[in-house]
């Protein structure tokens, strides 16, 4: 989300947010938050700066104990974290405004600083975290699909059975693209001359 109170704002309107808190309640879905979908989980989002709206506040969907405050600094930064329940390694990129607290939630990512990069409900169910990319770590991704199959009663897979690793992907795309277009014309009228 590029404006989390907008985007909020658009979940009550349309029935989603209500939809959600009922899931939440009935406790049979883990609802996950990533960056403003995490914000959105807490109690309350301020944005006094007018930073990403001219909403100045707004209750979020209060399914997490926290709070969240725009400010006018911007976090942009890769980051890695330990998972706590799992005792796993995440990595991806925090990028957002927002700075989220709670007064009562342990850290559910802790990063090398020691700082939360996220929270969630003393049982699991609930979370979310700024790590965007967070799922892209194979055994925590892999540690995460087999806790859920064990919720529903079917065996963990427990070994990972599909690897993620976008370089190589990345890589053919940019073969792929050298190939179908002429870069060198294309750099001539961008007057980028090589």
Not at 39 to 63: F, I, K, N
């Amino acid at each position: 989300s590029k404006n989390t109170l907008g985007d909020l704002a658009y979940l009550k309107r349309s029935g989603l947010a209500d939809r959600i808190v009922k899931l939440a309640a009935a406790g049979a879905t883990e609802i996950v938050g990533i960056c403003g979908g995490f914000q959105m989980l807490g109690r309350e989002v301020r944005d006094p700066g007018s930073v990403e709206s001219d909403v100045s506040r707004a209750a979020g969907l209060g399914l997490l104990e926290v709070q969240t405050v725009m400010r006018g600094e911007k976090t942009l930064v890769r980051s890695s974290a330990r998972h706590a329940p799992s005792g796993l390694t995440v990595e991806g990129y925090e990028i957002h405004h927002g700075q989220t607290t709670s007064a009562s939630l342990a850290a559910l990512f802790v990063r090398p600083d020691g700082e939360a990069a996220g929270l969630g409900t003393a049982d699991g169910r609930i979370w979310g975290t700024y790590l965007h990319g967070v799922f892209d770590a194979d055994g925590f991704r892999r540690w995460f699909i087999d806790r859920l199959r064990l919720r529903r009663g079917l065996p963990p897979a427990s070994r990972i059975l599909a690897a993620y690793d976008i370089e190589p992907a990345l890589d053919r795309l940019a073969a792929s693209v050298r190939r179908s277009l002429n870069l060198e014309a294309i750099y001539r009228l961008m007057g980028l001359g090589r």
